[in-house]
């Protein structure tokens, strides 16, 4: 990684930390664990239970949490402080805006703006995007290049569209939103009604809601709803190539985990957890702070706290204790057979 | 929902209608189903099995089939026709065109299209779409933002590509087709030889046809044949992030939602359908009616009609069957283990 | 398949072949396998297992390897050479740049670069595409339409970028990769600290880097590493719709087929194959040529050569042997009843 951050810079981040030891490394060059470092990287005890690779770690800067108790080797220095995983991630902000420095606001001269559209001054706007008529983007915006905002479109303020994000006709992005590249927000519903053997179409007159502070994967689409809104809550993280349905109302602070799809007019509520390639089917309420695990099918409700494995869904420890067993129905069988070869 | 439309202008959409009741709205606001409409808006019985909900619902407006007996309450106006789920299709049809206006006809300023490519005059092309040598966009034709059409490509008349859809060289759409934003149609096939240990590239010379009435989802996926064509039926709807691999030929009237899998060459007769993330593996049929369930894993050609679920996909009976004993398992290892001791 | 092919253009191909028959065709207009192939066509003995099938093909031209016995049908030229496939893979090659021509070297005049940005002179440009500060693309390198390359971001030489690619800051693409339309790569990972309730964002410093000769199918996405890089290992060649989380390691020569997800930290070695759909936990290792079943969910590490199949994941044989017996669980609690109905 060829990021490069002073030492001195570092003390100034944390007026209130405490420094023991010395080193001769004046600009730091790497950040790594503390297994992995070497001179002249930075590394940090996030969590207690690594505090025994601290004494061996090659770092030149060790972050540590005020109690750490322990002393620096030769030529490393240990910056004490409350959370060093929260001082890292200041750090890596820090960092991050060298290495993706934000682009200036500003409208990029071969982006299109219709006439009608509102832009922010402070927003910025890239290369061959478009904004829509009657759009509105928000106070200190970053919209990428290829982006498409739609007519009615609305993208609060401090958020970011990354390249390529299809936000289309009058859907709706909270205040401090991340959308990586390739999203689609606002794609038609799939709902069809028979009609004599034909699938026949029926309009989606809806929108797309994304709440505050909410992040969305790469090339993950959201549909809007037939008549309401499709709803991502406030704080909810998806990740990348996840399938969100029509008439979706995800709650606060759930976390969707890459390619996990969402049937149409589920209702999940807050804190709820699942993991990559979870399937739930349409119309079902998930409770508040479950969890599904990676690869399950969900086709009923799912109780608040639950924790469900597998296809179809059961009890986790249910699951485990299944897939035991079905390892020794080779046994099982052939016990049987011997019996039945007695009688 | 921003949307309205005058009571007036519905009855004028159905002259064979009957009204009863009288209500003091004159501009509905919103659609909704019997149990959460307000004042205000529309609703409809689409389903007989609602019947129930009429006498309670608070909509200013409700749709029903002539045959329905029952009286308005007040400030309630019953419009009674042959079938209110199409009348009701037409209502968001001409809801759509307001929320969602269609593009004059006209290529955008910021388009680019090739000197040779052939685009009709009452298509209409947005902003930063290419249109590639020879390709032919026809009559009404919605070509959005951010499109390519290849060279040689052929978009029939009344389509629509929303922003961002890439329509590879020489691939065909035909009439009346809807791809949402984001589709990839074209894209090499994944296909190698090996050769003394390395994956060597086999060349795909063929096209994707889509035939007439298709839907396509966002950020779906359909690659090229080898030599001749990949095809998806008329009338099927594909679902978003959904992939079709090379050679693969899907029949009319085919329903495969949102993250389905089909692999090379598969063969799927007319009115199939494969629930969310449902995988089939290479090179093998699937028969005429065939309902395959959400996540279900095909290995294996597929008879006609029949209903499969499950990883190795089982008849849905059956898979339903095991399922439940599945969960017995505990109980039957244990009284199998009292058993053991007792001999 | 609209293609042309001269007889006499084939046999310049291949000096050292042997030829044997005549043909009153004179130019070839399809390729197709023995048994499809009728009169006009280019057929081919790739297989040993299809020998049966050259004596009845209706093709006008057969590629056969040097060792066939056998005499051409009438109005039938047979061609014998070392190997069929390759020489196929050749004709394929030549049809490839005629029915996909290449763009000549130049930047389109609808094309956006930057002017601290790096590209050769041999390399082609497509229209609305974005190339950022400080980034290089090499000799004759083929950039799609609604590209962008990043800032600082390097595209090795010959690399070949479809439609709509967005390779993101810092990201490097090796020598004689292909991208296919619409893949994100350098796209956030979705990794998050709890703080108080609120999922705090982790902001990724790292980069991706694909090595050469990496083949990556549509709408595919590839996270940068939080630190350091994610990387795929040369040869490997990757289907649409994957998913590849943040710091994943891909050996060399890996194949992973369609909608395959690979979560965080996840270490694959050389040959790895996984079939469609597979899933992968995160910060496992997988040894060298694993072969992981489609819808396999991996949770565990897997050992060197290992074939595992289903959900958790088994030995390929024992999955097989347990499916089996799970469609005798019927039979088996029926039996166990009757028992206990005796006792």
Redesign the interface.
């Known amino acids: ?1 060829s ?1 490069s951050i002073k030492i001195s810079d570092l003390q100034k981040l944390w007026p209130e930390s405490t420094c023991s030891g010395v080193t001769s490394v004046v600009e730091l060059t ?3 664990n503390l297994n992995d470092a070497k001179a002249g990287d930075l590394s940090f005890l996030g969590n207690p239970k690594y505090r025994s690779q601290v004494s061996a770690t090659k770092a030149s800067v060790v972050l540590l949490p005020d109690e750490y108790v322990g002393v620096p080797s030769q030529d490393q220095l240990f910056i004490r402080l409350d959370n060093p ?2 001082a890292l ?1 200041e750090v ?2 820090v ?2 805006e060298k ?3 934000s682009d200036p606001p500003g409208i ?1 001269p ?1 982006a ?1 703006i219709e006439p009608s559209a509102n832009v922010s001054e402070s927003a910025s706007v ?3 995007t ?1 904004i829509g008529k009657d759009a509105i983007v928000g106070e200190s915006c970053k919209i ?3 982006c ?1 905002v739609g ?1 009615q479109a609305v993208v609060g303020s401090n958020s970011v569209l ?3 994000v ?1 936000l ?3 859907c709706y992005i909270g205040t401090g939103v ?1 959308i ?3 999203v ?1 927000i606002g ?2 519903g ?1 709902g ?2 028979q ?1 004599e ?11 797309v809601v994304v709440e505050d502070n909410v ?1 969305i ?3 993950t ?1 959201i ?1 809007r709803a037939r ?2 809104e499709t709803r991502i809550g406030e ?1 909810t ?1 998806i ?3 996840v ?1 969100i ?1 029509h008439n979706v109302q995800l709650g606060k ?1 759930c ?1 969707l ?3 996990v ?1 969402v ?1 149409g007019s589920v209702v999940m509520e807050d804190d709820v957890i699942a993991g ?2 979870a ?1 739930f ?1 349409g119309h079902l309420k998930v409770g508040r702070g479950a969890k599904i695990a ?2 399950a ?1 969900i ?1 009923k409700s799912v109780e608040p706290g639950a924790f469900l494995k ?3 869904a ?1 009890p986790f420890h ?1 699951a485990q ?3 035991v ?6 046994e ?2 052939n ?2 057979a011997q019996e039945k070869s007695k009688e």
Do not use: W
């Open positions: 990684m990021l790497g950040i790594a995983s929260r991630a890596c902000k960092l991050e290495l993706h420095p990029h071969a299109y890239g290369a061959f478009y990428g290049t290829h498409h007519a990354h390249p390529g299809k289309l006709n009058r991340i990586n590249a390739g689609v794609s038609e799939f069809f009604d009609n053997g034909i699938h026949q179409k029926v309009p989606h007159l809806g929108r992040e994967g790469a090339n689409c549909d008549f309401e704080g993280k990740d990348n190539l399938q349905g602070r976390l985990v890459a390619q799809g049937s990559g390639q399937g089917a990676g690869q099918g086709t597998g296809n179809p059961l249910l204790r299944i897939s067993l079905q390892r020794k129905l080779p099982l069988f016990r049987f």
